[in-house]
């Protein structure tokens, strides 16, 4: 007896260990995971044109060597016309924000000026905002001091890259192995899951890239036609914006509109209303009509999984909660969802929506008059 829960307990003891040490471990590498789940997003997205080439009689590893070099010289070309002027423009900013942010605190200042309260408390003691502003060469030094880790940064992107250039020329086995964690009967499903998640991924890419560069370049031609210093950062950044669905270009709406507001109030309300209007008309007409065929995702959906997966994982989490939603209703819609028919459906959202009364069994939504009432009625 004593023996026999002696091995029970020691049973549970190797479990609890085993558990923690694999939680420890997925702790530690989750990062890693995250970067070989954002692989497996840009392999598949090349695997589109790589599959293409190989209809027509292209063999796999040739196809796959073309699209891979193709999207490492458009990587090259675009950093290289560029990002030199974004590095330019960023000195610029540099030199200039203290001056901007002088005008800008005497703006604020001139608006509370009324307040003495307030306006004494933003000019005593630290003088200013300016004034709190570090130096060029403090900002400077403090980039220095991370080129080591920019050297591991580059490095990583080179693991990478080799990770996706390996998973596009042979992908067979991967994919095998993937198959081989479901059981027999559950592997067709298995892989009309995939299938279906690649699908969104891709339109998911594609349009991130066709309504990022008609952002970019309206972006850039307003804020040049505004005299806006930094119009190659702006756009820079709006073309990577759709990767954080909906909020993403109002965040990348807020540094030039700052700026705008240290030039002159009324070119701040222009910058304001030019970037609220540009993201209504995309993210209502365009980017929808661009999707409409591939992701059909709800934005609630995509709004909580991204400030679930920033929360914990960062900015890398934003990058990859669009894709992880797709994964998660592909995988949801053929192994757990339930479909009934298109009528019974909607009369239950009907239903839930308006509250609508089923009188065959006299079913009615409270609506808070008394039923006396109603019958005097």
Same mark, same amino acid.
Not at 262 to 276: E, H, K, N, R
Not at 286 to 308: D, F, G, Y
């Given at each position: ?49 790589? +599959?293409?080439?190989?209809? =027509?009689?292209? &063999? &796999? ?15 090259? +070309? ?23 942010? =002088? ?68 992908? =067979? ?13 559950? &592997?067709?499903? +298995? +892989? ?22 008609? &952002? ?162």
């Amino acid at each position: 007896m004593m023996n026999a829960e002696y091995k029970n307990l020691s049973k549970l003891i190797y479990l609890a260990a085993g558990l923690f040490v694999t939680i420890w471990f997925a702790y530690e590498v989750i990062q890693v995971i995250l970067l070989f789940f954002f692989a497996i997003v840009i392999t598949i997205v090349l695997n589109a044109p790589t +599959a293409w080439l190989e209809k =027509r009689k292209v &063999r &796999r590893t040739l196809a796959a060597l073309i699209v891979f070099f193709v999207f490492l010289i458009f990587l090259t +070309a675009l950093g290289w016309l560029i990002i030199p002027k974004i590095v330019y423009q960023v000195q610029l900013l540099i030199a200039d924000l203290p001056q901007l942010l =002088r005008n800008l605190n005497h703006r604020i200042t001139s608006w509370l000026g009324e307040n003495a309260s307030i306006n004494d408390q933003i000019q005593s003691g630290t003088g200013g905002i300016s004034e709190q502003l570090p130096s060029a060469q403090i900002i400077l030094s403090g980039i220095s001091r991370y080129s080591l880790s920019f050297l591991g940064s580059i490095l990583l992107f080179i693991f990478f890259l080799c990770l996706v250039a390996y998973m596009l020329i042979n992908p =067979r086995p991967l994919l095998e192995l993937y198959l081989s964690f479901f059981t027999e009967s559950k &592997r067709e499903k +298995a +892989a009309v899951a995939f299938a279906n998640a690649s699908v969104m991924t891709i339109g998911w890419m594609w349009s991130n890239v066709v309504a990022g560069g008609i &952002r970019a370049v309206i972006v850039f031609f307003f804020l040049l036609f505004m005299n806006i210093p930094g119009v190659w950062i702006w756009a820079g950044v709006t073309f990577f914006a759709e990767l954080i669905p909906r909020i993403g270009f109002y965040i990348m709406a807020v540094p030039p509109i700052l700026i705008a507001l240290s030039i002159d109030p009324v070119t701040a309300m222009w910058v304001a209303v030019f970037y609220l209007v540009l993201d209504e008309i995309m993210g209502d007409f365009v980017i929808p009509h661009i999707r409409a065929s591939t992701m059909k995702i709800h934005p609630v959906s995509l709004l909580v999984m991204l400030l679930a997966m920033v929360t914990v994982f960062g900015l890398m989490g934003a990058l990859i909660a669009t894709p992880l939603t797709a994964f998660i209703k592909a995988y949801y819609e053929a192994f757990f969802e339930k479909k009934a028919a298109p009528e019974t459906t909607k009369h239950q959202v009907d239903l839930m929506l308006y509250r609508d009364t089923d009188k065959k069994n006299g079913i009615r939504p409270h609506s808070g008059i008394d039923e006396d009432t109603e019958k005097k009625e």
